[in-house]
């Protein structure tokens, strides 16, 4: 995989914690709400998500300390809830229903976009990719910005979601899906090529 740069931290979020991933959950609450309510839920919503983020990429490498855990068994157990994630997403075309009912609002966007397992494991995982105190608020950066096009989308949405093919959201989904299974796979080469139990030839 080599070093990562900004926008790779970028396309890796956007595929698991971006547009494709939230508009499916959204659009099951839009069902029967207020445009305007909607509206309020999607703000609130992306500052938690974003709050949440934040903290957690400037703190993950404390985290790690405390809990005597290395990068490279970050990379190769990230790695692998990638591949896992992304093979899903191939084959159904999406990987998460969103928790409760369409009735509890905030509550329901919770476990797939606010605090989504896997968005929490992708920025654990970029953040400690490379080291120094620069790179984690990068990757907090780019987060922000992946929150900020969801945040987007879920305004649009309360507009024109009545004229949004479901199939255009599936077919961008599976395409995310196939660049994060490669994703996957790199990482745990990296994770294992750091633990020196594999060299290979050839590989950056």
């Known amino acids: 995989m080599g070093r990562l740069d900004l926008w790779d931290v970028f396309v890796v979020l956007i595929a698991v914690a971006g547009p494709p991933k939230v508009i499916l959950s959204f659009a099951r609450l839009a069902e029967g709400r207020d445009p305007r309510a909607l509206r309020r839920l999607a703000w609130r919503a992306t500052g938690a998500a974003t709050l949440c983020a934040v903290v957690l990429a400037m703190t993950a490498d404390p985290l790690l300390d405390v809990f005597h855990i290395g990068h490279a068994d970050v990379m190769i157990a990230g790695g692998a809830i990638f591949f896992m994630y992304a093979l ?17 609002g905030f509550m329901a966007l919770l476990l797939p976009y606010i605090v989504s397992p896997l968005a929490m494991t992708s920025i654990i995982v970029l953040t400690v990719t490379r080291p120094g105190w620069v790179w984690p608020p990068l990757v907090a950066v780019a987060y922000a910005a992946v929150a900020a096009s969801n945040l987007l989308t879920m305004l649009v949405l309360t507009y024109v979601l009545h ?41 950056p």
């Open 163 to 203: 004229r949004v093919p479901r199939m255009w959201v599936e077919v961008a989904g599976r395409l995310l899906g196939l660049l994060l299974a490669a994703v996957g796979v790199d990482l745990v080469i990296v994770g294992l090529r750091t633990m020196g139990v594999v060299g290979i030839p050839g590989h």
């Open 88 to 104: 899903r997403l191939v084959l159904d075309g999406h990987a998460e229903t969103p928790a409760g009912s369409p009735s509890e």
